[in-house]
């Protein structure tokens, strides 16, 4: 990591516990296990679509339809199950799969046919959530099935599986970003595709795989909502692909490519979620809640860009 990622890792960590003292004073529930355990069970479908989200805005790219395609893997899920009469774990890698499709058809209309990535992952976004109305008629499907429903709700030693299962996601792209060829050559990606090519990096199959990688993940997440719900809908996971990029944004990650960490995705994750859940205990009206995350949002990403500014005119006077 470098310094200036270091630094930003820091101030967020120092964001994060002044958050924490703030509401800690406020309300007496709020430092409560019963509390922290609310606030782990929504970590997990934010977190895990993060991964995903900081991965292709370091290679330069955005993605837009991760809601959309939350989405469809419950729907698709539940449809296989319900109607078809496929095995609910056959159904369920079904689903995943043509969230994978959704990420590969993304990585290709970007990489190769080179459409610019806000303009496809919106078009994706839209489509996507049609097709998850289409399939579904708009209905609501239940899903009670205890196996199932464990992802989303069941524990492992007082801990909630889906908020696990995102650590060990988390910790496997880590490993991915910063120990290994792929993860390093996103960063150059990001920096300059064309300086990238021409020193001989597969560009196109980098944002192909990382797109990928985007819907399954987003899929993923689709899964952890609808074990949580015990059900899939079409309006599921409105709004995601927002939460998400403010998270990441947060984290110190550059809209413009080629900088972030993982780490501080993982602290901006918690910084959304603290917020949102101490705002809830202190009694805030929802009116001022999105008011409230839009502005922690600005104040941290403005005060970062104000230390790159400091720090780049102090490289260059010296």
Known sequence: MLKGERLTTLNLFATFLIICIIFASQSQYFLTLDNFLNVGR????????SIGMTMVLISGGVDLSVGSVAALSGVVTSILWLQAGIPLGIATVIGLAACVLVGFI??????VVRINPLITTLA???IVRGLAFVL???QTNQLANPAFQFL???????????LLLMVLLFVAAFIVMHFTQFGRNLYAIGGSAEASRLAGIAV????LIVYTLSGLLSGLAGIVIASQLASSAPRAAVGLEFTVIAAVVLGGTSLSGGKGTLIGTLVGVFILRVLDNGLVQTRVSSFYQDVVSGSVLLLAVGFDQIRQKLVTTVKDRS
């Open 42 to 49: 929504t970590l997990g479908v934010v977190g895990i679509v």
């Open 106 to 111: 993304n990585g290709y209309l970007v990489a």
């Open 124 to 126: 994706s976004f839209s």
């Open 136 to 138: 579904s008629n708009g």
């Open 152 to 162: 989303g709700r069941g524990e492992v030693a007082g801990i909630p599986a889906s």
């Open 204 to 207: 196109r199959r980098h944002l």
